[in-house]
């Protein structure tokens, strides 16, 4: 029998085994899924890079100075 894979929730930390019986995996439920999800829509979450400007436009824009 293979050993059962538990990781913690990302939102609460809660234990979640990671397989088949945990169906919103990573998050322990759809609460704590939907509570991530509202923090990317809120941009409290953001993934680090080099911003990106549109190139149509980026003419347009002031130089950023980071």
């Known amino acids: 029998m293979k050993p059962v894979t538990t990781v913690k929730c990302p939102t609460c930390e809660?234990?979640?085994?990671?397989?088949?019986q945990s169906p919103n995996r990573p998050f322990c439920s759809e609460r704590c899924k939907l509570i991530d999800l509202g923090a990317w829509a809120a941009e409290e979450h953001s993934i680090p890079g080099a911003p990106l400007e549109d190139e149509l436009f980026s003419g347009d824009l002031p130089p950023r100075h980071h």
Do not use: T
């Open 14 to 20: 809660a234990p979640v085994e990671w397989g088949p």
